[in-house]
């Protein structure tokens, strides 16, 4: 790192970072996420369905509505 204070810089960007938000349905959210993209990778599924698939999916799951 040519001999640049790379751990201060690290420290110096930390209180810039805004905190993680999560949700009670953070877990349903990642579940359906991971199936979505297995979908995607292992069966060639195309993204942007399988994202739509996955959002109603969650929307379903929590009762929330899906972000426009």
Known sequence: ????PIWKMFADQVSKIP???YTKD???GQAVLASAQAKVL???????????E?????????????AK
């Open 19 to 21: 905190p993680a938000t």
């Open 1 to 4: 790192f040519n001999n640049q």
């Open 26 to 28: 953070y877990a349903k």
């Open 54 to 66: 996955a959002a109603a999916e969650l929307a379903n799951q929590s009762g929330r509505e899906i």
């Open 42 to 52: 292992t069966q060639g599924a195309d993204p942007q369905a399988a994202l739509e």
